[in-house]
């Protein structure tokens, strides 16, 4: 079988034959865990006949993901095969493609993921990353080194050696939610054994300049620590002016405190101070009457409203004096690992994760005045949370052998505690008539805004979620060609909304599931059958939502306290291929996810119900890796077709498609080594329209992205790297907010990057 990860010395058969000590094993592994160091014991002192081997613990995935495009294993133990007999679409972006790319952070990365589409805030939705897979939200389904972290917030990428998006209902997997995948981020470790230097400086247009430092080093025979550094003072290109300026800094030390045991502290702060742009206006029903323009559309399902395309799209809608962010991430892990032998491990996690934010953003929008005449409203939206998250991970893995059947397994147990806290921004002007302005296509951005009276008001009740869970996974092998992946989660959810007029509480109790049927026809390669659960309880994402997006909205209220969890299944068939010597990853999947007991608005009652029912089902087409020494490829294709079955009310948007979600979404990106000093590289980014409200009467268009680089090295220690992205300066949307306004993309821009190393 092939190995999980890469191991120390093992005993030439390295599986443990399978026996009834099975379930003394955790309490083995808090013996070996608070005991000390663990060596083998000398035979004539102790009286035994045999002596232990030695077990040493290696860093997972190594530089895997520093230099490949793909990558054979997942980070976590829950996947419990290598990727090509995983029967599910695990989708990998390595730190070797998010440089190349010259992304600098997680929203970066996901506008050039097929499959991905983006959401927004607007005043109770807060800021933040806001991804949608396969046609449903993922906000509250993101990770962190296998840990969720649910407030939501702004990522960077500096700390990420990959990002890993596993598809489909993912409830066994990562827990309540997961509906459409999850997404993880697998941060940079220390590395045993292994010292470098990586400096990293760049300059670009509209006044663009950066700065990384990556470093490990040893201390001492069996310790090592890295450091993490980054710092970033600009302009968002093509966007007026707009500032992006953040700092980063990350720092891990590893021990190894035995032959077989392992300690490792991570911790990580960033912090940006930007300007946040909610983009331009929509078009709507005011500035048809206004204007007499349909040419943005008239709001019907045939010819839904796009964005005005009559405005300065690189133009700044919102107030450089009003409009400001301010955003402060702190992660912090401890964990400990051992091995009782090569065929059976443990590790136990201890994480924190806090966030805050404050922020003033302007909401552009196309309205009348009194006079029945167009004009900008720049009213403001406004936010102040913080989230701390304390969780707690213990969890085993391992092989072993029943008869003829060969086990790779894991099981484990987690807890976590979220707890957000939001209070109030004032002392400001910002009302709905305060800066409109009859200049709605181009602007004043400089417009003098008193700030001098801004207060936040003190933190109020919090909101906290807990979640205890136990989850297993087998992989049973019985033959060089079948295996049967099974696994199974049960999760007790509560969360305590303490905050409002009046004080609610949801708690329920979930079990998911999740098999597949692998068939190998030649061992680099697979067939797959699989299906899996997951469970959306009330309350799941509460504190990251205000309730605007309908009856849907996953906030705890009123309507919605007390709703039995919303429940998906999902079927996918599929095949994976590793090709050109396991460097090159071929993947095909049709998939179908069916939610059938959506929240939705009672036709008769006007309550809030689980009546509603959705799918999402498409294709998904993706390669990865070396097509031979000098061509490297990432390419993806996805096709996701997201109908509302039953939308609830009046029955007006049954059919329709759900919002946010592209049909088509492709991303190509490849480079060249021309030669021992050149390497050029290039790729293009298609997105389908989006709709982007459940009546389909608002939309984002489709759009092309192509950018380019080109790499030269000046040493064996420097190189040079030029990225230009957006090359024919597209008008291109992240997301709207239910057609209000439309995010812009920066415009064409071009970076500059010199790296040093040794």
Not at 341 to 353: K, V
């Amino acid at each position: 079988m092939t190995p999980k990860k890469p191991q120390g010395p093992t005993r030439p058969d390295s599986r443990a034959a399978f026996s009834p000590t099975l379930g003394l094993l955790p309490a083995l592994a808090v013996t070996a865990a608070v005991a000390g160091p663990a060596y083998a014991q000398d035979p004539a002192a102790t009286g035994d006949s045999v002596v232990l081997d030695t077990v040493v613990i290696t860093g997972q995935q190594g530089g895997e993901a520093r230099s490949n495009y793909n990558v054979n294993q997942a980070s976590s133990d829950k996947m419990t095969a290598p990727l090509v007999d995983t029967p599910r679409t695990v989708q990998v972006i390595t730190q070797r493609q998010i440089e190349e790319r010259g992304a600098s952070s997680l929203y970066d990365v996901l506008r050039t993921t097929p499959g991905v589409t983006l959401g927004t805030g607007e005043g109770g939705n807060p800021m933040g990353d806001r991804p949608f897979i396969r046609g449903y939200e993922a906000s509250t389904d993101m990770m962190v080194d296998g840990i969720r972290s649910l407030g939501r917030t702004s990522h960077e990428a500096f700390n990420v050696e990959q990002i890993e998006l596993v598809k489909g209902p993912g409830g066994a997997y990562s827990g309540r939610g997961g509906t459409g995948g999850s997404l993880n981020m697998v941060t940079k470790q220390a590395r045993l054994g292994e010292e470098f230097y990586e400096t990293s400086a760049s300059i670009g247009t509209d006044n663009q300049y950066r700065a990384t430092l990556d470093t490990n080093f040893r201390l001492g025979e069996h310790a090592a620590g890295r450091l993490n550094l980054f710092w970033q003072d600009a302009e968002v290109p093509g966007r007026g002016g707009i500032e992006d300026d953040k700092v980063g800094i990350a720092a891990a030390v590893t021990g190894q405190i035995a032959e077989a045991t392992k300690l490792s502290f991570n911790a990580y702060r960033s912090k940006s101070e930007s300007t946040p742009d909610f983009g331009i206006p929509m078009a709507n029903q005011n500035y048809v009457d206004a204007t007499g323009d349909t040419g943005y559309g008239t709001g019907t399902t045939g010819d839904p409203f796009e964005p005005l395309g009559n405005v300065n799209h690189s133009q700044f809608f919102g107030l450089h004096d009003r409009d400001f962010r301010e955003n402060t991430n702190d992660n912090a892990t401890l964990k400990l690992e051992h091995e009782f032998s090569p065929s059976f491990r443990t590790h136990a996690q201890l994480s924190y994760f806090g966030s805050e934010q404050k922020y003033i953003v302007t909401r552009p929008t196309f309205e009348l005045d009194d006079d029945g005449n167009g004009v900008l409203q720049r009213a403001s939206r406004s936010g102040y949370r913080e989230t701390d998250t304390v969780a707690f991970h213990w969890g085993f893995s391992g092989e072993a052998v029943t008869g003829t059947v060969e086990h790779d397994y894991a099981f484990g147990l987690e807890y976590a505690r979220d707890k957000l806290r939001s209070g109030s921004v004032s002392g400001f002007p910002g009302g709905t008539s305060d800066f409109n302005t009859p200049d709605w296509q181009n602007p004043d951005p400089n417009i003098p805004v008193d700030m001098s009276g801004l207060e936040y008001g003190e933190l109020g009740l919090p909101t906290i979620t807990r979640s205890k869970s136990i989850y297993a996974f087998d992989t049973m092998k019985f033959n060089e060609q079948w295996q049967l992946s099974l696994g199974a989660r049960y999760e007790m959810f509560d969360v305590d909304q303490q905050s409002g007029s009046t004080p609610l509480r949801q708690k329920d109790n979930i079990w998911s599931y999740q098999a597949g049927v692998v068939y190998k026809p030649a061992p680099n390669g697979s067939i797959y059958f699989s299906y899996g659960t997951s469970a959306s309880p009330s309350g799941m994402c509460a504190g990251q939502a205000g309730g605007s997006e309908g009856a849907g909205a996953c906030t705890l209220t009123g309507n919605s306290n007390n709703l039995d969890p919303e429940k998906t299944r999902a079927f996918e068939l599929g095949t994976k291929w590793d090709l050109m010597d396991e460097r090159l990853a071929v993947t095909a999947a049709l998939f179908r996810t069916e939610k059938t007991n959506a929240r939705a608005e009672d036709p008769v009652t006007g309550d809030v119900d689980t009546i509603g029912k959705n799918r999402a089902q498409g294709l998904e087409l993706g390669v990865n890796g070396q097509i031979d020494d000098r061509w490297a490829i990432s390419a993806g294709y996805t096709y996701t077709d997201a109908e509302i079955i039953n939308g609830g009310g009046d029955g007006s948007t049954d059919g329709n498609q759900m919002h946010y979600i592209a049909k088509h979404s492709l991303a190509v990106w490849t480079t060249y080594d021309v030669d021992d000093r050149w390497t050029v590289g290039g790729g293009a980014t298609y997105t389908g329209k989006r709709f982007m409200n459940a009546a389909n009467t608002s939309q984002l268009p489709a759009q092309w992205r192509v950018d380019a680089m080109a790499a030269y090295k000046i040493s064996e220690n420097a190189d040079l790297q030029l990225n230009i992205n957006n090359i024919f300066d597209e008008k291109l949307y992240d997301a709207s907010h239910v057609g209000l306004f439309a995010n812009v993309q920066a415009g064409r821009n071009a970076m500059l990057k010199l790296n040093y190393r040794f």
